[in-house]
């Protein structure tokens, strides 16, 4: 009996990384569910529930709004899939599937300079 496993590891079926939650397996792409605007397939906000992330998803939900994404922004506290995007202070903002920022509260306009050279 071994105190660590040992042997490969299972080949884990990938997700859609947008908010479409298409049962695709191949890989991700930021175009999964074609419905990318301006650039953008998905947004993200990834935090534990303090105030400080409440307020980088209000101020992201603000910012595409302003932008005129029909967009709707994600709100993530399962610290299971926070760590695998390798995120280690919070909060933090994905988009397309890319950490843009962590550990600061950006403000809207911030977010919309973000958002902007993603396009």
């Keep these: 009996m071994s105190l660590f496993k040992s042997g490969k590891k299972k080949e884990e079926a990938k997700t859609c990384c947008c908010a479409c939650s298409s049962n695709q397996t191949e890989e991700i792409s930021p175009t999964c569910c074609g419905e990318e605007i301006k650039g953008i397939c998905c947004i993200k906000v990834l935090g534990a529930g303090c ?52 550990g600061k509260v950006l403000k809207a306009a911030e977010i919309e300079k973000l958002l902007t050279k993603t396009e």
């Design 51 to 102: 105030k400080s992330c409440h307020e980088l998803f209000e101020n992201t939900k603000k910012a595409a709004a302003e932008m005129g994404l029909g967009i709707e922004v994600e709100y993530i506290t399962d610290m299971q899939k926070i760590m695998e995007y390798g995120v280690m202070s919070m909060p933090a903002l994905v988009v397309n599937d890319k950490v843009v920022s962590m």
